[in-house]
C-alpha cells in the first residue's frame, strides 16, 4: 500500500489516541517492497508465498533485521511486564517470563483497555490476516470479559442488560447482505438472552415486530441451521424485511434501543457506467442493493454531467463493489480513476464587502451585503454556520435569507480549486437596501 508507514501508525496509536500500543510483529519491508513479518514471540519470519498469499513460509530472521527485532522484542518484554506485577518482579530479578504467561498478561491487559496489541499485514495481498486472526482468538475478550450493554428504553431512559442467557434478548443488526440462493441476510449480535428460529422480535429502533422465518450460522459461503442463539452469539437471520445496520432487535416485552453506528464519510470516489446501454436499469438496481449492505459505499447521479459516482473508503472497497456487480448481478461496467474527494476552508478570518447594482430601465437591481467569515473546525457535524446581526434595518429581514442562500450556493466551488468549502462560520453584520431596486 502505497505510504503505509507501520512505525509511524503505531506512533499515531500513542500520541493521537493516547493508548498503549503493543507490536507483536514489525513487518519486513514496506509499502511495495512489503514482503512479510517477523513474530516478535516467536522471532521467526513469516512469508506469504503465491498469488493470493495462502502459503505460509517461516524462516529465520534476515540478517539486517536482528537487531531491529532484538529492540522491538525488548520493548515487547517490557510493555507487557509493566501490565503484571508478578511478571514484573520476574523481569527485575533477570529472569524473562514464558511466552504462555506473557500472553496471558497482554490478554488481561487488552481486556482492560490498558493495552492494544498491534499487528501488520496488507489485507489486499492477504499477507499476515492469518497472524490477525490468531492474535483475535488469543486476546481479545469474550462476550463475559465486557461490562454489561447500556442502551435506552422507549422513554429515553438508560437501560442495562447483563450477557446472560437468563436476560431479556437484545440484538444489534450490524451487516445487511443479498445471499443468490436465500435473499436478504441481516447479521447480528446478540448481547444477551436467546431467539429462536421462527419466532417474532420487535425492531425497537423503527418500531415493528419482525418476523425471524431461519437463523443461520455462517462461515464464508458455508452456512448451517440455527434453532437457537444465544448471548455472544453471532448469526444471520433470514425474514427481516424492515431492518437495516444499526437497528435493535429486542424481546417485545423488554424493549431496548442500542447505541448505532456511526459511519465516516467516502473519501474516494469513482465514475461507473454500464458496458451497454440495457445494463443502466440493471446496475442502478444493483448498486441500490449494494448501498443497503453497506452504509460506507454511496452512489449518486453528479447533476453537471450526468455520471453515476460511486463512492467509498478505498481503492479496494470500490475495486469489491465492481467485482460484485459482475459476479452477483451480472452487470458489466467501465469505471473512471478514482478521486479524493477535497475541499477547502478558509486559514484565518475575513471581513468581506459586496455590492450589486444593475439599471437597465425600469427596476433595476440592488444588494449590499458585509460578511464576516470565521473558519471553524472542517471536520465537525455542523461544516457552515449563517449568522445575522444586521441592526437597524440595514438589511430587512425578508433579504437576510437570499444572503444566506448566495453563500451557500459560493461555497459549492472553492477558488483554490473549484472544491466544496466547508468549516465556516458566516456573520452578516450590516448592509444596505434599495426601496426600489432591492427585491
Known amino acids: 500500500v502505497i505510504g503505509a508507514n507501520f512505525f509511524g501508525s503505531v506512533d499515531q496509536i500513542r500520541t493521537r489516541l493516547g493508548k498503549n500500543p503493543v507490536c507483536l510483529q514489525i513487518p519486513i519491508g514496506a509499502e511495495s517492497e512489503f514482503e512479510g513479518l517477523i513474530d516478535l514471540f516467536e522471532m521467526q519470519a513469516y512469508y506469504y508465498e503465491g498469488k493470493d498469499g495462502a502459503q505460509v513460509v517461516v524462516k529465520p530472521i534476515p540478517e539486517g533485521m536482528q537487531d531491529l527485532a532484538e529492540e522491538y522484542r525488548s ?53 499476515g490476516v492469518q497472524k490477525m486472526l490468531d492474535a483475535v482468538i488469543e486476546y481479545m475478550p469474550s462476550p463475559v470479559d465486557v461490562p454489561a450493554i447500556t442502551g435506552t428504553d422507549l422513554d429515553g431512559n438508560d437501560d442495562v442488560r447483563e450477557s446472560s442467557d437468563e436476560a431479556p434478548f437484545s440484538a444489534l443488526a450490524f451487516k445487511i447482505m443479498t445471499d443468490p440462493f436465500v435473499g436478504k441476510l441481516a447479521y447480528f449480535r446478540v448481547y444477551s438472552g436467546t431467539l429462536n428460529s421462527g419466532s417474532y422480535a420487535l425492531n425497537s429502533t423503527k418500531g415493528k415486530k419482525e418476523r425471524v422465518a431461519r437463523i443461520l450460522q455462517m462461515h464464508a459461503n458455508k452456512r448451517m441451521e440455527l434453532d437457537k442463539v444465544y448471548s455472544g452469539d453471532i448469526a444471520a437471520a433470514i425474514g427481516l424485511k424492515n431492518t437495516t445496520t444499526g437497528d435493535t432487535l429486542c424481546d417485545e416485552k423488554h424493549p431496548i434501543i442500542l447505541e448505532s453506528m456511526e459511519f465516516p464519510d467516502p473519501v474516494i470516489e469513482l465514475a461507473i457506467e454500464p458496458k451497454t446501454k440495457a445494463g443502466q436499469d440493471k446496475l442502478g438496481a444493483a448498486l441500490a442493493k449494494l448501498a443497503e449492505e453497506d452504509p460506507t459505499f454511496q452512489q449518486h447521479t453528479d447533476p453537471e454531467t450526468g455520471q453515476t459516482i460511486i463512492a467509498g473508503m478505498g481503492e479496494l472497497h470500490l475495486e469489491i463493489i465492481v467485482d460484485r456487480l459482475l459476479r452477483e448481478f451480472h452487470v458489466e461496467a467501465n469505471v473512471g480513476a478514482p478521486q479524493v474527494s477535497y475541499k477547502e476552508t478558509f486559514g484565518k478570518e475575513v471581513d468581506q464587502e459586496y455590492k450589486h447594482r444593475k439599471q437597465s430601465g425600469g427596476s433595476g437591481q440592488y444588494g449590499h451585503c458585509k460578511v464576516i467569515f470565521t473558519p471553524t473546525d472542517p471536520n465537525a457535524d455542523n461544516l457552515y454556520v449563517f449568522e445575522n446581526t444586521v441592526t437597524g434595518g440595514a438589511i430587512p429581514k425578508e433579504y437576510i435569507p437570499a444572503v444566506d442562500e448566495g453563500i451557500q450556493d459560493a461555497m459549492k466551488c472553492g477558488t483554490l480549486g473549484g472544491f466544496p468549502v466547508v468549516g465556516i462560520k458566516a456573520n452578516c453584520y450590516d448592509g444596505s437596501y434599495h426601496e426600489v431596486d432591492s427585491s
Open 75 to 127: 520493548k515487547l518484554v517490557e510493555q507487557i511486564c509493566d501490565l503484571d506485577e508478578d511478571l514484573m518482579m520476574m523481569y527485575l530479578e533477570g529472569e524473562e517470563p514464558s511466552v504462555e504467561e506473557m500472553k496471558a498478561a497482554l490478554r488481561k491487559g487488552c481486556c482492560e483497555g490498558t493495552a492494544i496489541p498491534v499487528c501488520c499485514g496488507s489485507a489486499y495481498r492477504n499477507k
